[in-house]
């Protein structure tokens, strides 16, 4: 019988540093991945630890898919833009979007 494990998660390539919460402190951004050798994928995630005055706390960790090739992050208008392509689809550059909002990072759908 397999037994399940938690995933571990190692942080890759370089954080992006913006102030997310408008409150004049760079919080950091970063990507994250979690290699599963059962079936020799990779899936990677967004996070973030917002600065605080007194420190930092963590955010939620939230999917961006699997097998990706690359990534950058960007900041527009409020939006945390993450653009990446993945193993299947080298030459097209996928986006997705998201916003801080209660206190907890977001996805935003565009159609």
Known sequence: M???QAPTFVIVGDQFLQDINN?????????LRSDDTRTNTSRYYISAAMSLRNGFT??????LGKNLVGGM??????????????AHAS???SQKY???????LKEVIRQ
């Open 91 to 93: 030459s097209t550059v």
């Open 98 to 104: 998201f916003v801080l909002e209660d206190l907890l």
């Open 2 to 4: 397999y037994k399940r």
């Open 73 to 86: 992050f960007t900041y527009n208008n409020g939006e945390i833009v993450f653009g990446f392509a993945t």
């Open 58 to 63: 963590g955010l939620n960790v939230l999917s």
């Open 23 to 31: 409150d004049s402190i760079a919080d950091t951004i970063f990507l």
